[in-house]
């Protein structure tokens, strides 16, 4: 028996699909190449890049505090309410880490 490839076609993004922005716009997909200098990224993916960035960076560095100052990098305790306990512990300790010079001052 002869196995046929399953073809891998590439969407265009139509105004049906652009309903969210935020999510899943398919303009993206084809927007990205490695290595693909800034000028040839539209100014609206840029905007979106950096508002996304400035996210992340908020969010990464809360982790960042829980796994290297705390060492909280596995689970501890067998059980979803205990591990969420700790974590929600962790995450409130964290924001004082963070925080911490702004509290000294004040």
């Known amino acids: 028996?002869?196995?046929?490839r399953?073809?891998?076609?590439?969407?265009?993004?139509?105004?049906?699909?652009n309903t969210n922005a935020d999510h899943g716009n398919w303009e993206y997909a084809g927007a990205y190449k490695i290595n693909a200098s800034?000028?040839?990224i539209s100014r609206r993916v840029r905007r979106s890049n950096?508002?996304?960035?400035?996210?992340?960076a908020r969010v990464e560095h809360v982790f960042r505090v829980i796994k290297r100052q705390f060492g909280f990098t596995r689970t501890r305790y067998c059980g979803l309410?205990?591990?969420a306990v700790q974590?929600?512990?962790?995450?409130?300790?964290?924001?004082l880490y963070?925080?911490?010079r702004?509290?000294?001052t004040a």
Do not use: C, E, F
């Not at 076609?9 to 105004?15: K, V």
């Not at 950096?50 to 992340?56: A, F, G, P, Q, Y």
């Not at 974590?87 to 924001?95: D, K, P």
């Open 87 to 95: 974590v929600n512990m962790l995450m409130g300790l964290a924001n």
């Open 38 to 40: 800034p000028d040839r």
């Open 1 to 4: 028996m002869r196995q046929v």
């Open 50 to 56: 950096r508002k996304h960035s400035s996210i992340r």
């Open 81 to 83: 309410m205990k591990n």
């Open 6 to 17: 399953p073809r891998i076609l590439a969407m265009r993004a139509t105004p049906a699909m």
């Open 98 to 100: 963070l925080l911490r």
């Open 102 to 104: 702004q509290l000294i």
